[in-house]
C-alpha cells in the first residue's frame, strides 16, 4: 500500500515537471513570435525542453518502452533535421532563386543554373577538379599500395615506417598548407637554384597541390591496404611459396586478387576526398595565379569546394554558390551510388 | 636465401628513404621555428645556430592577439570534447533504438541517417547559416559565435557515421543478454545504460578517434560559425587568422604551425595504435 502511494506521487511529480515544461516553452514561444526581445526567452525554452523530456523520460506508464525510444531518439533526430535536412532543403529551393544569403525576392527557375555552366571560371574550375581527382586517385592508390607492400614485407622496424607514414594525414590540410606554401616559396627555390616557385606557374601550381595531397592522403589508404594484406590468409601464402611461386606471382595471382574488396575501397574513399579537397586548396594557392583563358583572367587552381566557397563568401552570390554546391552534391552522390551497384553485384557473385 | 636477405636490405633502405621523405616539412617546420626570420631567407634547411631561440618565437606567438594559442587551444578542446561525448552518448542512445525495434520508422529513419552519409558540408553551408541566424534571432538563443551553435552543428553532422558504426556494432550483441535483464525486472533505460553501453567501449574508440580527428582539424564550418576574428577560435581558424595578419614572418608562422600540430603529434605518440585502427575500422565500413 505504502508502496503503492509512493508511486502515485512519483508520477505526479513527473506529470507536473512535462505541465511545467509545456508551459515555459509555450510561454518563451509566445515571446518568441510576439517580437520580444527579453533575455529570459533562450533559457526559457531550453529548461522548458528538458523539463518535458526528463518528465517524459520518468513517467511511468503503459507506454514507457515507446516513451524511451521517442525520448533516446529525439537529440539526434533534432540535431539532424536543423543542421542538415532542412539547409538541404532550403538550399534546393534558394538555388531557384536571387537569394542573398538573408533574403530572397523572385523565383528565377533555372536561370542559376544555366548562368552557372555558361561562365567560363565555373567550367575550367570544374574540368580541373576532375582532372585533379583522377590523378591524385591514381597516385595515392599507387603509391599506398607499394608502401603496404614494403611496410608488410620482412623489414625491420615496419611499425615505426607505418606510424612514420601515417603522421601528415593525422594534422589538418590548413595547418599542413600553409607549411608547404613555407617549402615551395623558401625552401625549393634555393634546394633547386634559379629556380621559380612552383606556386607563380598555372600549371606547376596545380601539380604542387597534387603532391602534397599525394603526401598527406598515402599514408592512410596505405594502412588500408596493409589491413588487406595481412587478411589474407597464412597458408594460402605458404602453400604458393612450397609450390615455387615466386614473389610477383604470389601477389599477382593471390594477394591482389583476395584483396579486390579494399582497392575498390581505397579507390572511392580516394576519388570522392579528392573530389572534396578544400583546406589544401584554400592555405596552398587560394586559387592564385591567374591564368588567361578567351582572353578573361581566370583563378587557375581554384577546384569547386573553393569555387563555391568564393562565390558565395567573398563575391557575396549566395544563389549561385548554393546552385553550385548542388551540384557538387550531385557528382558525389553518382560516385557513391556507383560504389553501391559494384558493393551489390560483388556480393550476388560470392 | 641469400637473394631474400639481399632483398629485404634494399627494402629497408627505400623505407628509411621514404620516412625521410615524408617527414622532411616536419623537420623544416621545428628548424625554422628557431630561427630569425632574416636566417630563414638566407638558408631554410641549416640546422638554427642558436635553438633556444625557439622559445622566443612561441613566446611572441602565443601573446599574438590574432593567435592568442591558449585562447584557442582550450576552445579547441571544449568544442572537440563535448562534441564527442555527446555525440557518442546520443548516436547509442539512437542506434540502440534503431536496431532493437524493427519497425517501417525506424528503417526509414536509419535510411535517412545513412543515405546523408553523401551530403557535402558545402551543399548545405550556405542555407546552415541562415537558419543559424534565423533561430538565433527568434529565440534568443546565439547559434552562431558560440560553443552551443558549433557543438550543435557537430552533432547533426557527425550523427551518420557514428549512428551507421554502432548500428553496426549493437547488431552483433545478442538480444538474449537484454531479454534476461527485462525479465530480472530492469526497465528499457536501465538495459541500455547498465548492460548494453559498457558493451560499446571498443566501438566508442572507433567513433571518437574517427570524428575526434575531423572536430580538431575543420576548418570550413567553425570559419563560417565563429568567423575569423570572433571571440572563439579554434586552432585551424587561429592559424589562418594569424598567417592573414603576417604574410612575410615565417619563423612567426611556423612556430604556430608547430604549436597547432603538437597536441596531435603528443597524442598520436601515446595512442598510436588506437587511432590508427580507428581510422581505418571507419574508412572499411
Known sequence: ?350 | MKAERGRTIAAEIICIILSIIILFPFFLVVVNAAKKSADIIINPISIPAKWSHIFSNIVQVINNQNFSYWNSFFSSVIITVISLTLLSLFSSMAAWVLVRNKTKWSDIVFMLFVSAMVIPFQVVMLPLLSTFRRISEFTGINMLQSYQGIIFAYMGFGGSLSIFIIHGFIKGIPYELEEAARIDGSSPEGTFFRIIFPLLKPVHVTVLILNGIWVWNDYLLPSLMLGLNGKIKTLPVAVTSFVGSYVKQWDLILTAALLAMLPVIILFLFAQKQIIKGMVEGAIK
Request: with cysteine; glycine share 6%.
Open chain 1, 1 to 350: 500500500m505504502k508502496a503503492g502511494k509512493k508511486d502515485y506521487l512519483y508520477k505526479i511529480i513527473c506529470i507536473v515537471t512535462i505541465a511545467a515544461g509545456i508551459a515555459a516553452i509555450v510561454s518563451a514561444l509566445i515571446l518568441d513570435f510576439s517580437g520580444s526581445k527579453s533575455n529570459i526567452r533562450g533559457p526559457m525554452l531550453l529548461i522548458g525542453m528538458t523539463a518535458l523530456i526528463f518528465g517524459i523520460f520518468r513517467l511511468p506508464c503503459k507506454k514507457h518502452r515507446q516513451l524511451i525510444n521517442i525520448v533516446f531518439l529525439f537529440p539526434l533526430v533534432f540535431a539532424f533535421t536543423v543542421t542538415v535536412i532542412i539547409p538541404f532543403m532550403l538550399g534546393i529551393f534558394y538555388s531557384l532563386t536571387d537569394w542573398n544569403g538573408i533574403k530572397f525576392t523572385q523565383f528565377l527557375g533555372l536561370k542559376n543554373y544555366i548562368d552557372m555552366f555558361s561562365s567560363m571560371d565555373y567550367v575550367y574550375s570544374f574540368v580541373i577538379t576532375v582532372i585533379f581527382t583522377v590523378c591524385n586517385m591514381l597516385l595515392v592508390n599507387l603509391l599506398a599500395f607499394m608502401l603496404a607492400l614494403l611496410c608488410t614485407s620482412k623489414v625491420r622496424g615496419r611499425n615505426f615506417y607505418r606510424a612514420a607514414y601515417f603522421v601528415p594525414n593525422l594534422i589538418g590540410g590548413i595547418v599542413l598548407g600553409y607549411v608547404w606554401q613555407f617549402i615551395f616559396n623558401k625552401v625549393f627555390i634555393i634546394l633547386i637554384p634559379g629556380s621559380l616557385s612552383m606556386l607563380a606557374d598555372a600549371n606547376l601550381a596545380l601539380v604542387a597541390i597534387l603532391m602534397v595531397s599525394t603526401w598527406q592522403y598515402a599514408g592512410y589508404i596505405m594502412m588500408i591496404y596493409v589491413t588487406g594484406i595481412q587478411s589474407v590468409p597464412k597458408d594460402i601464402l605458404e602453400a604458393s611459396n612450397v609450390d615455387g611461386a615466386n614473389g610477383f606471382q604470389t601477389l599477382r595471382k593471390i594477394k591482389v586478387p583476395m584483396i579486390a574488396n579494399t582497392f575498390t575501397v581505397c579507390i572511392f574513399l580516394t576519388l570522392v576526398n579528392s573530389f572534396k579537397q578544400f583546406d589544401l586548396n584554400f592555405a596552398i594557392t587560394n586559387g592564385a595565379p591567374s591564368r588567361i583563358l578567351n582572353g578573361k583572367a581566370i583563378q587557375a587552381t581554384e577546384f569547386l569546394a573553393l569555387n563555391i566557397y568564393k562565390t558565395a563568401i567573398s563575391k557575396n552570390e549566395y544563389a549561385l554558390g548554393q546552385t553550385k554546391g548542388l551540384v557538387f552534391f550531385i557528382i558525389l552522390a553518382i560516385i557513391s551510388l556507383t560504389q553501391v551497384t559494384i558493393r551489390k553485384k560483388k556480393e550476388v557473385e560470392l
